[in-house]
Nanobody, 128 residues
Framework: QVQLVESGGGSVQAGGSLRLSCSASVADYSDFDMGWFRQAPGKEREGVAFVDFGGGRTEYAEPVKGRFTISRDNAKKMIHLQMNSLKLEDTAMYYC?????????????????????WGQGTQVTVSS
């Protein structure tokens, strides 16, 4: 069983920054790929950023490339998402998800249904 808890969300003006964190409660954390997803009202959950179980591979959705940075600390069982130059369209609930690293992705890193575990989410609101 994996328990994930996100933190760090809040309200910020456009152009500002936020740093999200996700802590995991699981014995074999280093076996899991981790992803950040977001979901705006009325929209599907979409992948934002990904880091593999070893931390050697990262991926980003096109809208956030160059602005967001994902990182992980296996010793602390945490991942972070540094979000800079925030835009109005970044407003959403942000979730971290865990995918067991030894099972294949069926639709790439950004397919939400490939992730078995989710946190409760943290709200990010960007205003003008």
């Amino acid at each position: 069983q994996v328990q994930l808890v996100e933190s760090g969300g809040g309200s910020v003006q456009a152009g500002g920054s936020l740093r999200l964190s996700c802590s995991a409660s699981v014995a074999d954390y280093s076996d899991f790929d981790m992803g950040w997803f977001r979901q705006a009202p009325g929209k599907e959950r979409e992948g934002v950023a990904f880091v593999d179980f070893g931390g050697g591979r990262t991926e980003y959705a096109e809208p956030v490339k160059g602005r967001f940075t994902i990182s992980r600390d296996n010793a602390k069982k945490m991942i972070h998402l540094q979000m800079n130059s925030l835009k109005l369209e970044d407003t959403a609930m942000y979730y971290c998800g865990a995918h067991w690293g030894f099972s294949p992705f069926t639709g790439g890193w950004s397919k939400a249904s490939d992730y078995s575990y989710w946190g409760q989410g943290t709200q990010v609101t960007v205003s003008s």
